[in-house]
Nanobody, 124 residues
Framework: QVQLVESGGGLVQAGGSLRLSCAAS????????MGWFRQAPGKEREFVAG????????DYADSVKGRFTISRDNAKNTLYLQMNSLKPEDTALYYC?????????????????WGQGTQVTVSS
């Protein structure tokens, strides 16, 4: 059974940084694309960043390009999201997700396993 456990969320002031982690187990990590999504209160879940199985390909939502960096350590079965220059509008519950194929995906329906989420709150 695939398990994804996020950590690293918290409260930070605008302009600050956080690094999210997602520990994965239950499938051969390097074979599958991973992604980060977020959901703010009253809003739909949205794509933040995606990465292919090898880590060679990445993609980002326009709202986070240049501020967030997705990466993975296949030896440690861990996915990361480095978030810099945080803004109040980045406040949300952040989820990591595993896709059942190697290439990265941009839509939530392309992912078959999800973590429970970690809260990120950015104060102004």
């Amino acid at each position: 059974q695939v398990q994804l456990v996020e950590s690293g969320g918290g409260l930070v002031q605008a302009g600050g940084s956080l690094r999210l982690s997602c520990a994965a187990s239950g499938r051969t990590f390097r074979r599958y694309a991973m992604g980060w999504f977020r959901q703010a209160p009253g809003k739909e879940r949205e794509f933040v960043a995606g990465i292919s199985g090898s880590g060679a390909s990445t993609d980002y939502a326009d709202s986070v390009k240049g501020r967030f960096t997705i990466s993975r350590d296949n030896a440690k079965n861990t996915l990361y999201l480095q978030m810099n220059s945080l803004k109040p509008e980045d406040t949300a519950l952040y989820y990591c997700a595993s896709r059942g194929t190697y290439g990265l995906g941009l839509s939530s329906y392309e992912y078959d396993y999800w973590g429970q989420g970690t809260q990120v709150t950015v104060s102004s």
